[in-house]
């Protein structure tokens, strides 16, 4: 069994900084590419970075220039650092991987449960 735990969402006033964070944890053989998305009432859930398993990543280009990946693979865990926060990246916020288990060697998506960030005007 594999899980993602997420943490540092929180409410914060516009022009500030959040650190996201997520862990992944369990029977981990392998993780292959690991990512962020976020989502708003009624909408579908949204691509905003992604660290690839080579070490590249790529952003939405809301947040070019204002969010960073980083990807740590020794300690299995991705955040994000988001700066110059604006109230429509207000969102719940999801971490996303690829992972491939002791128990099953096929590479399956993994979610984590979500954090709320709030940037107010």
């Known amino acids: 069994q594999v899980q993602l735990v997420e943490s540092g969402g929180g409410l914060v006033q516009s022009g500030g900084s959040l650190r996201l964070s997520c862990a992944a944890s369990?029977?981990?053989?392998?993780?292959?590419?690991m990512a962020w998305y976020r989502q708003t009432p009624g909408k579908q859930r949204d691509l905003v970075a992604t660290?690839?398993?080579?070490?590249?990543?790529t952003y939405v280009d809301s947040v070019k220039g204002r969010f960073t990946i980083f990807r740590d693979n020794a300690k299995n865990t991705v955040s994000l650092q988001m700066n110059s926060l604006k109230p429509e990246d207000t969102a719940v916020y999801y971490c996303y991987a690829e992972v491939a288990s002791y128990s099953d060697l096929r590479v399956l998506d993994y979610w984590g449960q979500g954090t709320q960030v709030t940037v107010s005007s």
């Open positions: 660290a690839y398993s080579d070490g590249s990543t």
């Open positions: 369990g029977s981990i053989w392998s993780i292959h590419d």
